[in-house]
């Protein structure tokens, strides 16, 4: 998971930047990352880069992630970001920057030429970086960042292993996928693994639920304190839980299993289904290339409203405000995400584009992501978002029902409680 910045560090950066002196406008361009596993081919196109353009881009890694965010904190109350970064966190930390002028508004550049950049990425992404008017976060609406690849998490199913137990196709519904689950216990092989020690993780499984179930405005009206947690639609989201326990679908010890260790457990064919990310493609890839599986979303319960699959830009880029290369960098962005580049980037590090028109050259199982973003939501692209402390009750309380220490009632009163405690602070 990557380490939330902290209230009081966005507030000194608030109040300090701006404190240095503005460095000179020059030839070179200075972009921060984290991602190891794309430093490479970032290098290599930065190298094309110069070659056609004459613009030297110097790539720099700070990792791991915890790391990297820290030395983006330093920098800013310094005053010494980069012409280009990310900022690894919530939208609200977004925010701040952008409040504080540290991050480019790009909205004239995306909307150049009958909006040709913008209209060539996927929207959902851009969404991420993207404020709307009357936002809540009092930012004046935008595009403030360049995604550079997609990503979403759907199930995965181990195709040798269906066929063990006599599956042909996967589960398109959530009783189909019960059913196959049992299917594959009786021929001695674990139906179901994923990081749920990771509590995000668990929560995003929880909510596409949440969203087939009841459908957003309910969901929007209990984060608003107009809906319990005790309704009757919540607890049928809690009972998904006592499903996946009672028919013996989950693999023992999955709440205090951390998603790379879950990420082995599938690539080495210790379970039939998973609930990973579209990044896992890379990851299986490394540690079984003969792994043969598909990509689902999770079964739906009710059709009553469509489930939706977490989905938003996997990576991006913001541009430094203060930047005298500032258009150098929107530039250098725009090329970066361009189609061609985005080909590149797609297959030597099997992450899915940002770009649609780059659709065409992915993988089948990066192809089979793909199909899932259409279906796509994310909490920074929602209205609002849950209360911090009422989202960790809610995920524990998920977790204690998997082990059978609380029921669903149980653990909607327990939901609730904090609810009320933090609606009465005023949170």
Same mark, same amino acid.
């Given at each position: 998971?990557?380490?939330l ?11 300090l ?5 503005t460095?000179k406008a020059?030839n ?17 196109l ?10 030297e881009?110097?790539i720099?890694l700070?990792?791991p992630?915890?790391s990297?965010?820290q ?5 800013? @109350?310094a005053n010494?970001?980069p /012409?280009?970064y990310g900022?690894l966190?919530?939208?609200s ?6 409040k ?6 790009? #909205? ?7 909006s ?5 990425? =996927? /929207?959902?992404? %851009? ?5 709307d ?7 004046t ?11 979403n998490?759907?199930? %995965? ?7 063990k ?7 398109? *519904? ?6 196959d689950?049992?299917? %594959? ?6 139906? =179901?693994?994923?990081?749920w020690?990771e ?11 949440? =969203? ?9 009206? #209990?984060?608003?304190?107009q809906?319990k947690?005790? /309704?009757?639609?919540?607890?049928k ?8 326990? /009672?028919?013996?679908v989950?693999?023992?010890?999955? !709440? ?7 990420? @082995?457990? =599938?690539? %080495?064919e ?6 990973n ?8 890839h ?5 792994? +043969? ?6 079964p739906?319960?009710?059709?009553m ?8 830009a ?7 405000a203060?930047?005298p290369?500032k +258009?150098k ?13 985005q ?5 030597e ?20 992501f793909a199909?899932?973003?259409? @279906?796509? *939501?994310?909490?920074n692209i929602?209205p609002?978002?849950?209360d911090p402390?009422v989202?960790?009750?809610? +995920?524990?309380?998920?977790?204690a ?6 029921t669903p009632?149980? !653990? ?16």
């Amino acid at each position: 998971m990557r380490k939330l910045i902290t209230l009081c560090s966005c507030l000194m950066l608030i109040a300090l930047a701006g404190c240095s002196q503005t460095p000179k406008a020059s030839n070179k361009i200075i972009l921060w990352h984290w991602m190891t596993d794309r430093n490479d081919t970032l290098q290599k196109l930065a190298q094309q880069y110069q070659q056609e353009t004459g613009i030297e881009v110097s790539i720099q890694l700070y990792a791991p992630s915890e790391s990297y965010s820290q030395k983006v904190i330093a920098a800013a @109350q310094a005053n010494v970001l980069p /012409d280009i970064y990310g900022i690894l966190d919530k939208k609200s930390i977004v925010a701040d920057f952008i409040k504080a002028g540290l991050v480019a508004d790009l #909205t004239n550049a995306m909307d150049a030429d009958g909006s040709r950049w913008k209209n060539s990425l =996927f /929207d959902k992404a %851009l969404a991420d970086r993207r404020f709307d008017a009357g936002n809540i976060y009092g930012v004046t609406p935008g595009i403030f960042g360049v995604p550079i690849d997609v990503s979403n998490e759907q199930m %995965l199913y181990n195709k040798k292993l269906l066929s063990k137990a006599g599956i042909s196709t996967p589960p398109k *519904t959530f009783d189909e996928f019960i059913k196959d689950s049992q299917a %594959l216990s009786r021929v001695g092989v674990i139906p =179901f693994v994923s990081g749920w020690g990771e509590l995000w993780l668990l929560d995003c499984f929880a909510s596409n639920y949440a =969203f087939n179930i009841m459908g957003e405005e309910k969901i929007f009206a #209990t984060y608003r304190g107009q809906i319990k947690y005790t /309704d009757p639609d919540w607890i049928k989201v809690f009972n998904v839980f006592v499903a996946l326990r /009672d028919k013996g679908v989950l693999m023992d010890g999955i !709440v205090t299993k951390g998603n790379k260790y879950a990420e @082995q457990d =599938f690539a %080495l064919e210790r379970a039939a289904f998973t609930f990973n990310g579209s990044w896992c493609v890379n990851v299986y890839h490394n540690m079984n290339p003969n792994l +043969d599986y598909g990509v689902i979303p999770p079964p739906p319960i009710s059709s009553m409203h469509t489930l939706k699959i977490w989905g938003s830009a996997g990576s991006s880029f913001v541009v430094n405000a203060g930047s005298p290369n500032k +258009d150098k960098a929107i530039a250098f962005l725009k090329w970066l995400t361009a189609k061609e580049q985005q080909v590149i980037l797609a297959q030597e590090t099997s992450n899915l584009p940002s770009n649609k028109e780059a659709l065409s050259v992915i993988s089948s199982i990066l192809g089979e992501f793909a199909k899932g973003m259409d @279906q796509s *939501t994310h909490p920074n692209i929602w209205p609002l978002n849950e209360d911090p402390l009422v989202s960790e009750a809610f +995920d524990r309380g998920l977790q204690a029902i998997i082990i059978g220490e609380r029921t669903p009632q149980q !653990v909607a009163l327990d939901v609730q409680t904090v609810k009320d405690r933090q609606m009465a602070k005023g949170h």
